[in-house]
């Protein structure tokens, strides 16, 4: 693994991997290039627990954002991605708090789950126009068409969800400490993966006639919950959806 200031990395087919941010600056650039090679990637974790971190510029030679690579940045509120960015793997920035907007380029086609768990204060999502695959509207991240409910960080109080949903993806709202009541209208056929996991203030909770699958811990660790009238129209509840 080699050094530069700031940074452990590796070079992998002719290309620069990012794999520990070992710099004291609270305002980070990462650079387009290292050694003369493209940085391409940001490894999994390699900035996780920066918690001086306040800014950070990903410039549009990476391609690719690991998982759980910005996790737990406290201080983080200044994110920008530019264009060329085509992955954000999962938990990417579950936990940075003070991370208030964002703006995901046209050029992503992949985010992974849990990315916004945890992101408390991130009211604004935005998403390019020329992105194909995903929308921003209201604090939600939704898919373009408007029918996945992927993520909505900062959901508070009694929601309902929005009448062109047809699914809730896996962890959209996971650890929402906010989210009292939930109403979910007609035609929304599936509840992902932990969607509502961890909505310890949660207590009421409305499921449509057309929902069909639920899945594991869609439900589990809402301390509150009341209990939920189960549609007749659900075929596959997983053990510890509860």
Known sequence: MNRNVGFEYEERNGEIIIN?????????????????????EIQE?????????????????VREIGADAFRNCLTLSSITLSEGVTTIDSAAFTDCKSLTSINIPG???EIGAYIFCGCTDLTHIT????????????GMLLSKDGTKLIAWPTAHGAIIIPEDVTEIG???????????SVVIPEGVTRIG??????CKSLISVTLPESLERM??????????????????????IKYDTF
Do not use: Q
Request: with cysteine.
């Open 170 to 180: 896996d962890w959209a709202f996971c650890e929402n400490e906010g989210l009292t």
């Open 20 to 40: 520990v941010y070992t710099g004291k600056s609270s305002d980070v650039v990462i650079p387009e290039e290292i050694d003369g090679k493209p940085v391409t």
């Open 215 to 236: 899945g594991d811990d869609a439900f589990a660790a809402c301390e509150l919950l009341e209990p939920i009238l189960m549609p007749s129209g659900v075929s596959i």
């Open 107 to 109: 050029s992503v086609t």
């Open 193 to 198: 993966h932990g969607a509502f996991f961890g």
């Open 127 to 138: 998403v390019s126009e020329k992105n194909s695959l995903f929308l921003g509207k209201n």
């Open 45 to 61: 974790c390699a900035f996780w627990d920066c918690i001086s971190l306040r800014s950070v510029v990903i410039p549009g030679t």
